[in-house]
């Protein structure tokens, strides 16, 4: 017999655990959006997420998971009759190629075997073929547990293709892994609070650069909800063009505060530490499956090389210690497991898991 009220600890590859602290703060009394109150949460909390993400151009809060962001930075930055290169190399990576076609455009795709990593050299040969308006590429793919080399990706891409934008997805690398938005020269990048930063769904947080802002005055049609537009318009004012989750906005305002207390380098030297012993049990147990030099430091991905029944461990744990941990991802359903650690999951968190699944397969 399930019961939500007592839901299991989460280690699936989000939503993650939410501390008691932030979940307070999701309590606090609501605000009226356009009243000044709001719009002092919302300044502060767009600082600090442009410290975070080391950018002086736009960032945005959108109402919705980040699946909406995808649709957003297409219909904003491409037109229909441009072509959009798809890279892809997973569950995530595939569906960002398929909302491209979901929104008319013509998406051309770069597609690697699920598990591999996308390249720079691989992006190069592509793009040299056509006339691209725009890349996507996901950092972090979380059906697989893998990073792509997004910064030499963002070298190359400076180097060779300045005019092609470039639109990241890093739902489950942002505040785990590096980010440097202006640096890298990005376009658009997105992601979801339920991933690192360890709060309840309902949010999504966006970087939009100046130049892909201009181009998106020149794009018809890009409809109302994400329109990039209209959230600068409401930007001004700090505020956002629709009824935004305050609770969530107030929980990130904190996890901002903590996050830039602790320092971003320090923060991304924890997931990393967290995924090194993940990665040291997982090929002391069975065996990685991404290639280690691009395994991610938010979760890992292991491959299921012994055979174990993934859902009956899954349920075990479950039913004695009242904690998940995620299955592979689609048609990997069986062969991998997948284990996050990120944001306020902590490396005590992640040794007791890995100590009860260690009872498990014995
Ligand atoms: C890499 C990646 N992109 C996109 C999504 C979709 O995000 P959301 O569920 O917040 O719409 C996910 C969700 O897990 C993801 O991991």
């Not at 072509?83 to 013509?106: E, N, P, Q, W, Y």
């Not at 075990?316 to 904690?323: G, I, S």
């Amino acid at each position: 017999m399930v019961d939500w009220k007592n839901p299991p600890r989460l280690f699936i590859p989000g939503p993650i655990k939410v501390l008691p602290e932030v979940l307070e703060q999701l309590a606090r009394p609501t605000l009226g959006h356009r009243g000044k109150e709001y719009s002092q949460l919302h300044g502060e909390t767009v600082g600090m997420l442009k410290k975070m993400l080391s950018t002086e151009q736009s960032v945005f809060l959108s109402t919705s998971s980040a699946s909406g962001v995808w649709e957003g930075c297409i219909r904003n930055c491409v037109k229909l009759d441009e072509t959009i290169l798809c890279t892809m190399c997973g569950a995530f990576s595939d569906k960002f190629a398929m909302v491209s076609r979901a929104c008319g455009r013509t998406p051309d795709e770069l597609k690697v075997e699920w598990g591999q990593a996308i390249t720079a050299d691989m992006i190069d040969k592509k793009l040299a073929t056509g006339n691209y308006a725009a890349v996507t590429i996901v950092y972090n793919e979380t059906s697989t547990g893998l990073t792509n080399p997004v910064y030499e990706i963002s070298e190359m891409m400076k180097e060779k293709y300045p005019d092609v934008l470039v639109f990241v997805d890093a739902v489950s690398g942002m505040v785990g892994l590096p980010m440097h938005f202006d640096r890298l020269g990005w376009d658009v990048v997105f992601a979801s609070v339920q991933k690192a930063f360890s709060i309840p769904p309902g949010l999504a947080v966006f970087a939009v650069s100046d130049r892909a802002m201009e181009k998106s005055k020149t794009v018809p049609d890009r409809g109302y909800y994400f329109d990039f537009q209209e959230f600068a318009k409401s930007a001004a004012k700090d505020q956002t063009p629709t009824t935004p989750a305050v609770p969530q906005i107030m929980a990130l305002h904190y996890q901002c505060t903590r996050l830039l207390e602790e320092g971003m380098e320090n923060v991304w030297a924890r997931h990393k530490k967290m995924a090194e012993y993940a990665r040291a049990w997982t090929k002391e147990n069975f065996d990685l499956f991404a290639p280690e030099e691009y395994a991610s430091n938010t979760l890992t991905a292991v491959k299921n090389n012994r055979g174990i029944k993934v859902a009956e461990v899954i349920a075990a744990l479950q039913q004695k210690h009242n904690t998940v941990f995620g299955n592979g991802y689609g048609k990997l359903k069986q062969d991998v497991f997948r284990i996050a650690h990120m944001g306020d999951i902590s490396l005590d968190d992640l040794k007791e898991l890995l100590g009860w699944i260690d009872e498990e397969i014995k």
